[in-house]
């Protein structure tokens, strides 16, 4: 198993199987993020992807906002000026490389969303599973108002959520969209009371975790996999899911329940 990396200031990483609970600890800024944190959030869910006790990860944040995107302005008080092309060199080697991370590993995303979700904040809500938002939280995607295009993925991930008019909305007039209308619309998993907010999650997080672990994983692969393949090859990638699932320890174990008369206890193999 590839170790978890020492988080670096700004963020908590905390492992207690079969949850992962990663924490943006910035309040002070929003919980912005450094290029530091991203590169650890990368590193950490590629641990989280090969590590078998691990069966859910929640990803959550301190005070009154989840994150309003990247530090720009730590960056731009470094002191140096970068040379010319640096956003295309640095971007493919992290939040290029974040986004995917999130889509791709085979466990499931809950993410808690009080306050700003903003720019990479708000990518990093919809590339989770599950996001859970106050109702009252407010998503934006201000890129175009500031004078600069959307980056982290914003303009591939609000389209297939919400739908071209929707995304047109977001990021090309830049307007603000509460938890509320994000949940009607289908950017997230479900808007609840602002004090409602990290129950919810973590019982959902709760819930994943006791699921067939096996099976989720694939699913969710099924699922993102899907919008850039042919339905003849997506079946395909359907049966190849389906033969990985039937031979898992959860399957065998529904199976036996279902002789016995009792709910399934999966352990996520």
């Not at 908590?12 to 910035?26: G, I, K, N």
């Not at 395909?236 to 898992?248: F, P, V």
Request: glycine share 8%; charged share 20%; hydrophobic share 45%.
């Amino acid at each position: 198993m590839k170790p978890y990396p020492t988080p670096p200031e700004g963020l908590q990483v905390v492992s207690a199987p079969p949850l992962l609970t990663l924490t943006l600890d910035r309040p002070q800024r929003r919980n912005s993020l450094t290029d530091d944190i991203v590169l650890a959030l990368i590193d950490t869910l590629e641990a989280a992807s090969a590590d078998e006790e691990i069966r859910v990860v929640l990803l959550t944040a301190t005070g009154d906002n989840f994150c309003s995107g990247f530090d720009l302005a730590g960056r731009a008080g470094s002191g140096s000026r970068p040379r010319p092309g640096s956003i295309s060199r640095r971007m493919p080697y992290l939040v290029n490389r974040l986004i995917p991370v999130m889509l791709e590993v085979q466990v499931p995303i809950v993410c808690a969303v009080r306050g700003w979700a903003v720019g990479l904040g708000l990518s990093l809500a919809l590339a989770s599973d599950f996001a859970i938002a106050a109702d009252d939280a407010r998503l934006r995607a201000p890129f175009t108002s500031m004078g600069i295009t959307p980056d982290s993925g914003s303009s591939w991930l609000l389209p297939r959520l919400a739908g071209v008019a929707r995304a047109k909305q977001m990021l090309m007039l830049g307007e603000e969209v509460s938890g509320a209308e994000a949940a009607a619309w289908g950017l997230i998993h479900q808007a609840v009371s602002p004090d409602q907010v990290d129950a919810e999650a973590a019982a959902l997080a709760t819930r994943l975790a006791a699921s067939a672990t096996v099976a989720v994983g694939l699913a969710k692969a099924l699922i993102h996999r899907g919008s850039g393949r042919s339905l003849e090859a997506h079946l395909g990638d359907e049966a190849y899911a389906m033969e990985l699932s039937s031979r898992s320890a959860d399957f065998r174990e529904w199976a036996e329940s279902r002789k016995e008369g009792r709910p399934p206890d999966f352990i996520g193999r």
